[in-house]
């Protein structure tokens, strides 16, 4: 190119601003003379990131810029400044061709630090290099990688924290297997890790407790509103953390775990994971936080316990063009007591939540796990979901295919706890293609909405060998449509009221009725299944034993134990045959939370017999509060084999006492073995009745005026007037006395009422002494009440009862007003007129008008006379003086 231009007479320089050659100017933007002997580094091929510590060769790459073959040359090259031994190349290397990764040396690069290394070369051919300016290349920043064993804290640490560690990751990358193992502490730091160079499937890094213990080693920070975090993947990949404690402390926002920007492959294995205690609704206080920024897919979650926070884990996942997150893994973790919800995935395809154990006894509005938006092949297996009041134990929005079903299997799910909670158990939302096997599932509240089994739109579900169970009396099966249910078969359908399912618009009232309605269910069964306990759903119901359809896909139950290959049990558990005599006390059916129980209520318990042999002349007992014990033999009853029968205790017992009561109830018989299902146990609630108060709490008014009174302590409001609410707006003419009726949240009711006095008005009466000459004193007087407020002409304003004006003029005449309040606070008002003279006085030519000898002057508006004589007596004493 060099000399093959042709020359433009508005381009006379290149891009160093050398001038060009005005005849045959150089192709391209660098104006350059080939000389016959010149040589240069094109690049430093090595060591390039990623690199080990210790001894590493250095290559560069040697370009000929000559019109000579290049047959030797000298490469001198520095690391931080440093000169290294000189380097004296021979060989060929054809005009215009390079020679790449020739090595010139050897260094020792240590852990953690920057390395510049700079190489040039000189005499090309022996002869000198007259063009210098393409001898030199240099690279900057090169870090050695990571690979092994290192130490975070504590005494003589490899790194002293996180942030030194993840630094050095950031700087250099990995080129093997990382571990950190971390010493004992508690380390408050912010931790972003963003993409590791190197990582892979087989060059992992992993940060863990060096003891092994999770408790011993606490990351944690108090965030922000713009940094809620204590550690946040950014983008980096194959990490992971294990058995390690992670906490935030921000009372308002404390994201434990921040998952984005494609972060993917990334394990958390055996670590507690704790936020905000009560921390209600807000996504700010989610365990685990992802949302919508990027594909961060695979990442799995292992053995872990999430304690406390709003969600424990809160993944939104991303849809891009069809691409839904792949990959998501939640196994065999324990989520206790989140504000509101265990599991939060939208977005989703082919997830697996598996193995793991959801409670919660801090939020009666909960749910276990919520899907949404997700799609294909995806795994519910072998949860135990309990502890919730309102909420659903699995709310599931998710689509499979034909080919690519979803699998809800093995589950115990146990909701509607203690009161009177609208409750799901599993809620399918527009769901299609799922097999929904061996679950057992059981609705505890006495809400009639409560549903063990919540069906809207979707299709193609498959329900076979489930025990769906409502003990609070409401609807096993809710379904809007009747087209839902490819099949349904082989399950047991439990309620203890009086309306099995809902069928599109049909109320279903048992299980005969079901069948023909729906043509479905021929095999199923309708009896109590007896679960051990409310958060123990296993069973020993001997109908239950050996009563389902073999499934290919379901080879064991959710402890385990292998299924019978030929005659598996309905439900979640397979258990053992029933023996031959074995009892106990299925329900506490009676008493249930209440309002106005007394000293003499009655106990009633439902009697199971799990048995094979009926039985009869067995005893059952009774705990009252942990105090009071009461055994009973049941006598001539008898309890044929998977039967259930209601026994009433004769004794009776004192629930008057406001608060909580419980009630253990189970039953002794000597050839019972089999304790586990013996016992019942509830707690009830007396009510307190609603504490009525008014406001205002003694209310009056005056004869003609209006008053609001407001009633408080309940849910709603009858008063024996016309109202819309907890308060009325009266206008009595006499004291009325005012009757409310008052029901709370739980439908407890009380009575109170509350008095008006009306106070009569009070009796004003104005008056004044005048008429008034200029001069004279004005005196006003009031009465009727204790207080009194005067106005008039003049700007007068006065507060006294009988108030006086002085020095009196004409201003002052006019119509004075007082107010006059009582000691009720009742007004009333008058008024007086006050006149006021001036008075013209003139002499009456010498007439002695009062007969007293002295002439007078007169006062023609006053009529009053005044002696002239004296007058005049007085101005002589005067001028005499």
């Known amino acids: 190119m060099d000399k093959t231009g042709t020359p433009?007479?508005?381009?006379?320089?290149?891009?160093?601003?050398?001038?060009?050659?005005?005849?045959?100017?150089?192709?391209?933007?660098?104006?350059?003379?080939?000389?016959?002997?010149?040589?240069?580094?094109?690049?430093?091929?090595?060591?390039?990131?990623?690199?080990?510590?210790?001894?590493?060769?250095?290559?560069?790459?040697?370009?000929?810029?000559?019109?000579?073959?290049?047959?030797?040359?000298?490469?001198?090259?520095?690391?931080?400044?440093?000169?290294?031994?000189?380097?004296?190349?021979?060989?060929t290397i054809l005009s215009g061709g390079f020679l790449d990764s020739v090595q010139v040396g050897t260094f020792n690069f240590i852990a953690d630090t920057a390395y510049d290394i700079t190489t040039w070369t000189s005499l090309p051919n022996g002869n000198a290099d007259t063009d210098n300016s393409?001898?030199?290349?240099?690279?900057?920043?090169?870090?050695?990688?990571?690979?092994?064993?290192?130490?975070?804290?504590?005494?003589?640490?490899d790194y002293p924290t996180f942030t030194a560690a993840i630094t050095a990751l950031t700087n250099g990358g990995v080129i093997g297997n990382v571990t950190f193992n971390v010493r004992t502490g508690t380390y408050t730091e912010q931790i972003t890790i963003g993409q590791i160079l190197g990582t892979s499937a087989s060059k992992r890094i992993v940060f863990q407790s060096e003891t092994g213990d999770s408790t011993d080693v606490i990351l944690t920070y108090n965030g922000t509103s713009t940094n809620p975090f204590t550690l946040k993947l950014n983008g980096s990949d194959w990490l992971r953390f294990q058995k390690m404690t992670f906490k935030g402390t921000n009372t308002n926002y404390a994201r434990i775990i921040i998952i984005e920007n494609n972060a993917n492959h990334n394990e958390f294995?055996?670590?507690?994971?704790?936020?905000?205690?009560?921390?209600?609704?807000?996504?700010?206080?989610?365990?685990?936080f992802e949302y919508n920024n990027g594909v961060n897919e695979h990442n799995t979650f292992y053995d872990n316990h999430f304690i406390n926070g709003s969600y424990g884990i809160y993944y939104y996942g991303a849809y891009n063009s069809g691409h839904y997150v792949e990959g998501i893994e939640i196994i065999g973790n324990t989520f206790t007591n989140q504000g509101y919800q265990g599991?939060?995935?939208?977005?989703?395809?082919?997830?697996?939540?598996?193995?793991?154990?959801?409670?919660?006894?801090?939020s009666s509005n909960y749910y276990g796990i919520y899907i949404y938006n997700s799609y294909n092949g995806y795994s519910i297996i072998k949860n135990k979901i309990t502890g919730i009041q309102q909420g659903d134990g699995i709310y599931l929005?998710?689509?499979?295919?034909?080919?690519?079903?979803?699998?809800?299997?093995?589950?115990?799910?146990?909701?509607?706890?203690?009161?009177?909670?609208?409750?799901?158990?599993?809620?399918?939302?527009?769901?299609?293609?799922?097999?929904?096997?061996?679950?057992?599932?059981?609705?505890?509240?006495?809400?009639?909405?409560?549903?063990?089994?919540?069906?809207?739109?979707?299709?193609?579900?498959?329900?076979?060998?489930?025990?769906?169970?409502?003990?609070?009396?409401?609807y096993v099966i809710h379904a809007n449509a009747t087209t839902l249910f490819s099949m349904s078969d082989y399950n047991d359908l439990f309620t203890s009221g009086?309306?099995?399912?809902?069928?599109?618009?049909?109320?279903?009232?048992?299980?005969?009725?079901?069948?023909?309605?729906?043509?479905?269910?021929?095999?199923?069964?309708?009896?109590?299944?007896?679960?051990?306990?409310?958060?123990?759903?296993?069973?020993?119901?001997?109908?239950?034993?050996?009563?389902?359809?073999?499934?290919?896909?379901?080879?064991?139950?959710?402890?385990?134990?292998?299924?019978?290959?030929?005659?598996?049990?309905i439900g979640a558990d397979e258990f053992g045959a029933a023996a031959t005599d074995d009892i106990g006390v299925a329900t506490i059916t009676s008493p249930t939370n209440d309002c106005d129980f007394g000293i003499t209520e009655q106990i009633t318990v439902n009697l199971t017999n799990f048995g094979t042999s009926a039985a009869t002349g067995f005893n059952v007992t009774v705990i009252v509060d942990d105090t009071i014990?009461?055994?009973?033999?049941?006598?001539?009853?008898?309890?044929?084999?998977?039967?259930?029968?209601?026994?009433?205790?004769?004794?009776?017992?004192?629930?008057?006492?406001?608060?909580?009561?419980?009630?253990?109830?189970?039953?002794?018989?000597?050839?019972?073995?089999?304790?586990?299902?013996?016992?019942?146990?509830?707690?009830?609630?007396?009510?307190a009745s609603p504490n009525i108060t008014f406001s205002p709490a003694s209310p009056t008014i005056c004869v003609g005026g209006t008053r609001t009174i407001y009633a408080y302590g309940g849910n709603t409001y009858?008063?024996?007037?016309?109202?819309?609410?907890?308060?009325?707006?009266?206008?009595?003419?006499?004291?009325?006395?005012?009757?409310?009726?008052?029901?709370?949240?739980?439908?407890?009711?009380?009575?109170?009422?509350?008095?008006?006095?009306?106070?009569?008005?009070?009796?004003?009466?104005?008056?004044?002494?005048?008429?008034?000459?200029?001069?004279?004193?004005?005196?006003?007087?009031?009465?009727?009440?204790t207080n009194y407020s005067w106005q008039g002409p003049n700007g007068y304003a006065n507060n006294t009862q009988n108030p006086t004006i002085t020095n009196a003029v004409a201003l002052d005449a006019g119509t004075y007003y007082v107010t006059v309040t009582d000691v009720s606070g009742c007004v009333d008002s008058a008024s007086t007129v006050v006149n006021v003279t001036v008075c013209n006085e003139i002499c009456n030519n010498g007439i002695d008008d009062d007969g007293d000898g002295f002439t007078d002057c007169q006062d023609t508006d006053c009529h009053n006379n005044i002696s002239l004589s004296a007058m005049v007596q007085q101005l002589y004493a005067l001028a005499t003086a």
């Not at 939208?346 to 959801?358: C, D, K, L």
């Open 269 to 288: 294995y055996n670590n507690v994971i704790e936020g905000k205690l009560n921390a209600g609704t807000s996504s700010n206080h989610s365990l685990i």
């Open 498 to 569: 009086g309306n099995l399912a809902y069928w599109a618009g049909a109320t279903i009232p048992n299980i005969t009725t079901w069948r023909t309605t729906t043509s479905l269910d021929a095999n199923s069964i309708s009896i109590d299944p007896s679960f051990t306990s409310p958060s123990d759903l296993h069973v020993a119901q001997n109908a239950l034993d050996s009563a389902a359809v073999v499934l290919a896909i379901v080879t064991d139950d959710i402890d385990g134990d292998a299924r019978s290959a030929t005659h598996p049990d």
């Open 134 to 157: 393409n001898d030199t290349s240099s690279v900057q920043n090169l870090y050695p990688a990571l690979n092994g064993v290192y130490t975070i804290g504590g005494t003589s640490p």
């Open 8 to 91: 433009l007479t508005n381009v006379i320089t290149d891009i160093d601003g050398e001038s060009r050659n005005p005849a045959t100017p150089d192709i391209g933007a660098d104006e350059f003379s080939t000389d016959p002997d010149d040589a240069g580094i094109a690049l430093i091929s090595g060591p390039t990131m990623t690199f080990p510590e210790g001894i590493n060769p250095v290559f560069v790459k040697i370009v000929n810029n000559g019109t000579n073959d290049l047959d030797s040359v000298r490469v001198n090259w520095t690391v931080n400044g440093v000169p290294q031994s000189t380097y004296y190349w021979t060989g």
């Open 397 to 474: 929005s998710a689509d499979g295919t034909p080919t690519s079903r979803g699998y809800v299997i093995n589950n115990f799910i146990s909701v509607g706890e203690g009161g009177n909670f609208q409750s799901n158990g599993l809620y399918t939302y527009y769901s299609d293609y799922a097999n929904i096997y061996h679950n057992n599932i059981r609705v505890g509240s006495t809400n009639s909405d409560g549903k063990a089994l919540y069906l809207i739109n979707g299709g193609n579900i498959d329900l076979r060998n489930n025990i769906l169970a409502n003990e609070g009396g409401g």
């Open 629 to 687: 014990t009461v055994t009973e033999n049941v006598g001539a009853l008898t309890l044929n084999s998977a039967g259930t029968q209601p026994y009433t205790f004769t004794a009776t017992f004192d629930f008057s006492v406001q608060g909580y009561h419980s009630i253990k109830a189970f039953t002794t018989m000597a050839t019972d073995v089999t304790a586990a299902n013996d016992t019942a146990v509830t707690t009830i609630q007396h009510f």
């Open 718 to 785: 009858q008063w024996n007037v016309v109202s819309s609410g907890n308060n009325i707006t009266v206008s009595p003419l006499v004291t009325t006395t005012y009757y409310v009726t008052v029901t709370n949240a739980n439908g407890c009711v009380a009575n109170d009422s509350i008095v008006l006095v009306v106070h009569p008005l009070p009796v004003a009466t104005a008056s004044n002494t005048g008429a008034y000459c200029d001069g004279q004193t004005i005196q006003l007087q009031a009465n009727g009440g």
């Open 343 to 362: 599991i939060y995935l939208n977005y989703q395809n082919g997830f697996r939540i598996e193995e793991n154990i959801i409670t919660t006894t801090t």
